[in-house]
């Protein structure tokens, strides 16, 4: 029992200042080998920033960023074992795939035989093989980008950072990318830093996922934890569809009222707190005379009710003038009494609710 294996990679305190600019700030993270992490935030959040001072081709302002116990900063570029693809593929024009594949081979001083055998292996591997003689300019924006994640990874690094890889492809070929991203990394068993702005693709992809706004890493957990419970109301809003409600604490802080109506909580809280309810996990009841079970239900009315194909996204207003959204499927109970203006219940369990420190309380 000696301790923890060293982390993959390490950021220590990290901040990138560009002048007044502070692109990263104080960002401290530890992942694991063979972790699948995504970065996910908006434009301008800093997260290609973070990358950048991962792949040694940038410096921190502050802090240390470590790959296995070694800083980044000192070790020389061709030492580094990183892969990296971006956006833009940055294939060489005038070089066929297979050239394009065996650079960075090349440039390790790799012999002919062994080059060539990587070379057909990565190809292989990104389902490409009868396609190395082929030049960029006569591949598709797909083909171009599993000839880039070739080269990334053909002299078999350690770690591969992704920029918005999928970001010039259409969403039929990126979902096929995505699935192909997944088994590639399961099969080689390689650590993955990947970055998106696209919510909907770290969960899918990512074991765990980083949020990134304004520099800072706001929550990092596993998709299912951040989507259940976010820690703050920027990243409830960010990660799928929610309604946040303003409520009052009872029972020192054990339950709730809102609209005159308890409900306990699924575990204390500190008062004042908000709690998050997602879309899915309210139903709907004809009212309001229904309500006298005693059960929990709050008087609402229908204000808007858009058609999805598979079901409904319901706006509802609460009795006390707060809103909450609805995801109705096709069959749900209640399906057939959606229209707007008309009277009634709406229901949330009490295990699905999420609560986050009031907005605006010190
Ligand atoms: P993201 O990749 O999440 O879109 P970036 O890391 O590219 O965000 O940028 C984060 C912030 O840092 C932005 O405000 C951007 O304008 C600024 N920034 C990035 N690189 C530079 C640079 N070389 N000089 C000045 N500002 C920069
Ligand atoms: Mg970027």
Not at 297 to 302: C, H, K, L, M
Request: glycine content about 10%.
């Amino acid at each position: 029992m000696t301790g923890q294996p060293l982390a993959a990679v390490s950021f220590q305190g990290v901040t990138r200042r560009y002048g007044s600019v502070c692109a990263v700030s104080d960002v401290t993270l530890d992942i694991s080998s063979g972790e699948f992490f995504a970065l996910l935030g908006s434009s301008g959040s800093g997260k290609t920033t973070l990358l950048m001072l991962l792949a040694g081709f940038d410096t921190p302002t502050e802090g240390r960023v470590l790959m296995s116990g070694t800083s980044v900063s000192d070790t020389p570029p061709h030492r580094r074992r990183i892969g990296v693809v971006f956006q833009n593929y940055a294939l060489f024009p005038h070089m066929s795939a297979a050239e394009n594949v065996a650079y960075p081979l090349r440039m390790r001083g790799v012999a002919r035989a062994e080059r060539e055998a990587r070379v057909n292996a990565a190809l292989g591997l990104v389902n490409l093989a009868d396609r190395w003689s082929s030049y960029p300019s006569q591949l598709s924006g797909g083909q171009q980008q599993r000839v880039a994640l070739a080269r990334a990874l053909v002299f078999g690094p350690d770690l591969l950072l992704m920029d918005e890889p999928l970001g010039a492809l259409d969403r039929r070929l990126r979902d096929q990318m995505q699935q192909e991203l997944k088994r590639i990394q399961g099969e080689l068993g390689i650590t993955v830093i990947y970055v998106t702005h696209d919510q909907s693709e770290a969960m899918a992809m990512a074991n765990r996922i980083g949020i990134m706004a304004g520099g800072r890493l706001l929550q990092v957990d596993d998709p299912e934890t951040i989507y259940a419970a976010p820690s703050n109301h920027f990243v409830a809003r960010f990660l799928g569809e929610c309604s946040i409600l303003r409520v009052t604490a009872t029972d020192g802080g054990r339950g709730y009222e809102i609209a005159g109506v308890r409900q306990p909580l699924p575990s204390p809280a500190t008062a004042p707190f908000d709690i998050v309810v997602r879309p899915e996990t309210v139903s709907v009841r004809p009212g309001p005379e229904v309500v006298s079970d005693g059960a929990f239900g709050v008087p609402a009315t229908i204000r808007d009710v858009t058609y999805l194909g598979a079901g409904w996204r319901v706006t509802l207003e609460l009795s006390d003038g707060q809103s909450l959204l609805a995801s109705i499927m096709r069959g749900d109970d209640g399906a057939g009494h959606l229209a707007p203006g008309k009277p009634v219940i709406a229901r949330w369990a009490p295990a699905s609710v999420a609560v986050l420190p009031a907005e605006g309380s010190p």
